[in-house]
């Protein structure tokens, strides 16, 4: 019989003496940020951060502080006891799932606000939700202290985003990047995905198919307006809301582009229904 060696910690505390131990030893810690509901997505970064690292940590903490009042706080989908048994058989170390006064006490008053990057798309569509993000994960970087931090490319803004801080703050960790993981029809894999209804399921692919041609389009040399008026009608005509934005930027700055070139990455979020779906695609050249 397997013996499960997954530790749970609740508080800062737990979590510190653990890490503590491993560090003193001189073992390399991976950590993976979460907000739970996982799904083979975050199953991608803990096997990344397995393979690479003595030791792996997880959070699950749906941080109250990226979502806006009128989004899905309430109704994020909340499954630990499904979590920790993935994470057991992923072989993770040490699960950090605490209560919110744990990463924001009493009295809490400080926040990360991320320029740049952090401004387009989402940084325009949902305000504050970046600086959510950029506070959560400065914490979660302080008391888990790790050698790295795993993030999906599904998240590419919040990828470039947490790249920004820690450059800027000058953290003691690396942040690794890794590919979107898809269904077998090209929907990118996000616990928002549980949102769908079975017609919208089906209809759900859409949004990827779109990146794709627009891509080919865009590689064959056409300007990038007329493939995004495209792309947007046929989403609207499937049921899609119309996009929040679909746009063609520099992977690196998230510069607006109006044709391809090296580094340009295309970038979409738009609503099926009560589901807000993104999702970006390079746009490989020659
Ligand atoms: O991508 C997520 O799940 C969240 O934004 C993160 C990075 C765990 C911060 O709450």
Redesign the pocket.
């Known amino acids: 019989m397997e013996v499960s060696t997954l530790v749970l910690a609740r508080t800062r505390a737990e979590l510190r003496d653990r890490v503590a131990a491993w560090r003193r030893q001189g073992q390399l810690i991976g950590f993976v940020?979460?907000?739970g509901a996982l799904h083979q997505g975050h199953a991608a970064l803990v096997r990344r951060a397995r393979a690479e690292c003595d030791r792996v940590v997880v959070?699950i903490?749906v941080?109250p502080t990226?979502f806006g009042p009128n989004e899905d706080f309430d109704r994020y989908p909340r499954t630990e006891d499904a979590d920790r048994a993935l994470l057991e058989s992923l072989g993770v170390d040490l699960l950090f799932a605490p209560p919110v006064r744990e990463i924001y006490p009493p009295g809490d008053s400080t926040r990360v606000v991320v320029g740049s990057v952090a401004e387009p798309m989402e940084g325009e569509r949902r305000p504050g939700f970046f600086t959510g993000?950029a506070t959560?994960?400065t914490r979660l970087f302080a008391l888990v202290s790790p050698d790295r931090a795993y993030?999906g490319e599904k998240?590419w803004q919040?990828l470039l985003v947490v790249r920004r801080l820690v450059e800027d703050l000058g953290l003691p960790l690396t942040i690794e990047a890794v590919a979107t993981v898809r269904e077998a029809d090209g929907l990118a894999l996000s616990s928002r995905n549980a949102y769908l209804s079975p017609a919208e399921r089906a209809v759900a692919p859409l949004l990827h198919r779109c990146l794709v041609e627009a891509a080919e389009a865009l590689r064959a040399g056409e300007p990038f307006p007329p493939v995004r008026e495209r792309a947007v009608q046929r989403l609207v005509r499937s049921g899609f809301a119309a996009p929040d934005y679909l746009d063609l930027r520099d992977e690196g700055t998230l510069v607006p582009l109006a044709a391809a070139r090296p580094g340009a990455r295309l970038f979409i979020a738009a609503r099926l229904g009560a589901t807000r779906l993104i999702d970006n695609l390079a746009v490989p050249l020659g």
């Open positions: 940020p979460t907000m959070s903490f941080n990226q993000v959560v994960c993030f998240d919040q």
